[in-house]
């Protein structure tokens, strides 16, 4: 470890299962890469099914515990993971940069997002009420009570190493459940340093779990964690095609399915639209995490009318405000790894030759390391085109042009996701209109940024089931019970 590393006091080199740090049965471990450069950061238990079954029987002797304890316990011990969360903020966020390539101050902003669902799941742990119905006969009177689940599986993926786990397993404590987490190969560490925490905080043995599993693993991991009899719920967030195996698997037990898929969110500038305004939406709608979420806006639909005063306006930012690199100044990383890297410039080759214009970018930015890919600029997209219909998942911007808001909507609902879609507009009435009829489970209307712990995030179509966040978070970790009192 480099020095800057051995200061880190939350790196764990250990899974974390029934309160204690161990490794794997077959004492396997796998690399931690750091993207920026290529280096090695450390290795990790590369845990098998033996290794999730002990996970999951951990959770399991835990639920009933910590079913059993009070709303205000939990609130009380989530809290404190809270604060401890925010106290470490700056060495969390040291663990994400290197473990996902982000640069610093994007990585405060993810840890800050990240934090607030342990304090909004602290509060609403408090709020998980039952309703009493109104009884059609004089003798009987129904009530419907909410309980938690039982164990969820959590799979998550590298994009947000510490939100999307937040996410979820802020909500499963909340309800009374307990978990076992896998975070994405890519970046286990910052899971690890968040199981640290929750343990400081207090919260009992086996009601959070972390295990860790190389990408040869995670199928075998999966499956068992689906299968399991002992898990009643799953909550998985990356790919579509994963996301259709897990389900799948999860049919056999009927269990509890949260899902948040693939996006190819749409990005419309309408005619009316204040394009300055459009211009700084897109930039942080496509660059945060240099284009790697799965909110970012991925096709550009620009009315015919103010086609070329945005691109123009578009270039420009994107010249002057995107700094690659990893220097303070920085605020645009790396790609997560050499197959990403390989899988957007194919999508940006495939639109060159059949006959995209470039106006930045165009492929890998060699000088800076293995990982690094231009920002792109593109026009003269076609139907045919990857890009057209891909998610891609780094930081190339695809322009396509639109003549009516009819052929706008007609393309931007043309695929078989649906997570998020932006729009920019000055015509109130259009953006009631387009809102509604956008096939999403998100809308950004004049607005780029839409994420927050406040929100009810998910998406409709192949993108996937269920919400995190907000008050609707909960409900994935709960059943509702009707309990009938009669003869009274
Ligand atoms: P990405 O393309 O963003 O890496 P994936 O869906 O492949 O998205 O990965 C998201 C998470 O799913 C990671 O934790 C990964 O290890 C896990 N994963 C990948 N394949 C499987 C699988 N067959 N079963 C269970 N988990 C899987």
Same mark, same amino acid.
């Given at each position: 470890?480099?020095?800057?590393?051995?200061?880190?006091?939350?790196?764990?080199? +250990?899974? &974390?299962?029934?309160?204690?740090?161990?490794?794997?049965?077959?004492?396997?471990? &796998?690399?931690?890469?750091?993207?920026?450069?290529?280096?090695?950061?450390?290795?990790? %238990?590369?845990?098998?099914?033996?290794?999730?079954?002990?996970?999951?029987?951990?959770?399991?002797?835990?639920?009933?515990?910590?079913?059993?304890?009070?709303?205000?316990?939990?609130?009380?011990?989530?809290?404190?993971?809270?604060?401890?969360?925010?106290?470490?903020?700056?060495?969390?966020?040291?663990?994400?940069?290197?473990?996902?390539?982000?640069?610093?101050?994007?990585?405060?902003?993810?840890?800050?997002?990240?934090?607030?669902?342990?304090?909004?799941?602290?509060?609403?742990?408090?709020?998980?009420?039952?309703?009493?119905?109104?009884?059609?006969?004089?003798?009987?009177?129904?009530?419907?009570?909410?309980? %938690?689940?039982?164990?969820?599986?959590?799979?998550?993926?590298?994009?947000?190493?510490?939100?999307?786990?937040?996410?979820?397993?802020?909500?499963?404590?909340?309800?009374?459940?307990?978990?076992?987490?896998?975070?994405?190969?890519?970046?286990?560490?910052?899971?690890?340093?968040?199981?640290?925490?929750?343990?400081?905080?207090?919260?009992?043995?086996?009601?959070?779990?972390?295990?860790?599993? #190389?990408?040869?693993?995670?199928?075998?991991?999966?499956?068992?964690?689906?299968?399991?009899?002992?898990?009643?719920?799953?909550?998985?967030?990356?790919?579509?095609?994963?996301?259709?195996?897990?389900?799948?698997?999860?049919? #056999?037990?009927?269990?509890?399915?949260?899902?948040?898929?693939?996006?190819?969110?749409?990005?419309?500038?309408?005619?009316?639209?204040?394009?300055?305004?459009?211009?700084?939406?897109?930039?942080?709608?496509?660059?945060?995490?240099?284009?790697?979420?799965?909110?970012?806006?991925?096709?550009?639909?620009?009315?015919?009318?103010?086609?070329?005063?945005?691109?123009?306006?578009? +270039?420009?930012?994107?010249?002057?405000?995107?700094?690659?690199?990893?220097?303070?100044?920085?605020?645009?990383? %790396?790609?997560?790894?050499?197959?990403?890297?390989?899988?957007?410039?194919?999508?940006?080759?495939?639109?060159?030759? +059949?006959?995209?214009?470039?106006?930045?970018?165009?492929?890998?930015?060699?000088?800076?390391?293995?990982?690094?890919?231009?920002?792109?600029?593109?026009?003269?997209?076609?139907?045919?085109?990857?890009?057209?219909?891909?998610?891609?998942?780094? %930081?190339?911007?695809?322009?396509? +042009?639109?003549?009516?808001?009819?052929?706008?909507?007609?393309?931007?609902?043309?695929?078989?996701?649906?997570?998020?879609?932006?729009?920019?507009?000055?015509?109130?009435?259009?953006?009631?209109?387009?809102?509604?009829?956008?096939?999403?489970?998100?809308?950004?209307?004049?607005?780029?940024?839409?994420?927050?712990?406040?929100?009810?995030?998910?998406?409709?179509?192949?993108?996937?089931?269920?919400?995190?966040?907000?008050?609707?978070?909960?409900?994935?970790?709960?059943?509702?019970?009707?309990?009938?009192?009669?003869?009274?």
């Amino acid at each position: 470890f480099s020095l800057m590393q051995r200061n880190m006091s939350l790196l764990r080199d +250990k899974a &974390f299962v029934n309160g204690e740090w161990i490794t794997s049965k077959k004492g396997k471990s &796998f690399d931690v890469i750091n993207p920026t450069d290529g280096s090695v950061i450390g290795q990790v %238990p590369d845990m098998d099914v033996e290794d999730t079954k002990a996970a999951i029987d951990s959770a399991h002797s835990a639920f009933k515990p910590w079913a059993s304890t009070t709303a205000k316990e939990r609130s009380n011990l989530l809290r404190k993971w809270f604060n401890l969360l925010e106290e470490n903020k700056e060495e969390l966020a040291r663990l994400v940069s290197i473990e996902a390539g982000k640069p610093f101050k994007e990585s405060l902003g993810e840890v800050f997002y990240g934090n607030s669902f342990i304090e909004w799941f602290s509060e609403e742990a408090r709020r998980i009420n039952g309703e009493i119905a109104a009884s059609p006969a004089k003798s009987k009177e129904m009530l419907f009570i909410r309980q %938690p689940i039982g164990v969820a599986a959590l799979i998550t993926p590298w994009n947000f190493p510490h939100a999307m786990i937040t996410r979820k397993a802020g909500a499963a404590l909340a309800a009374g459940c307990t978990c076992v987490i896998k975070p994405a190969e890519d970046t286990p560490l910052t899971a690890l340093a968040l199981a640290q925490l929750a343990h400081d905080a207090g919260i009992p043995k086996g009601v959070l779990n972390v295990i860790t599993a #190389s990408r040869d693993n995670a199928a075998p991991m999966g499956k068992i964690l689906c299968e399991s009899p002992l898990v009643r719920g799953l909550s998985f967030t990356g790919s579509t095609a994963v996301g259709k195996i897990l389900y799948q698997q999860c049919a #056999s037990g009927i269990k509890r399915v949260s899902l948040e898929l693939g996006g190819n969110a749409p990005f419309i500038v309408f005619k009316s639209a204040n394009l300055d305004q459009a211009v700084v939406g897109a930039m942080a709608s496509k660059f945060r995490n240099c284009g790697q979420t799965c909110v970012s806006a991925n096709r550009f639909l620009i009315e015919e009318s103010v086609f070329d005063q945005f691109v123009e306006k578009l +270039k420009v930012a994107m010249k002057t405000e995107l700094k690659q690199g990893t220097g303070e100044s920085c605020n645009t990383g %790396p790609l997560i790894n050499v197959t990403q890297l390989q899988r957007v410039d194919n999508i940006v080759q495939d639109a060159v030759k +059949k006959g995209a214009t470039v106006h930045l970018g165009g492929g890998p930015a060699k000088e800076l390391g293995e990982r690094w890919y231009q920002p792109t600029l593109l026009t003269n997209i076609k139907s045919d085109m990857l890009c057209y219909r891909e998610e891609i998942f780094g %930081p190339v911007v695809a322009c396509i +042009k639109f003549k009516s808001e009819e052929e706008g909507l007609k393309i931007a609902n043309d695929t078989p996701v649906g997570l998020a879609g932006y729009f920019f507009s000055g015509d109130i009435a259009q953006c009631w209109r387009v809102g509604k009829a956008l096939e999403v489970g998100m809308v950004g209307i004049n607005e780029g940024m839409i994420s927050s712990t406040e929100a009810a995030f998910g998406g409709i179509k192949e993108s996937g089931i269920g919400r995190e966040g907000s008050h609707h978070g909960i409900e994935e970790y709960t059943d509702v019970k009707y309990m009938c009192f009669g003869n009274l």
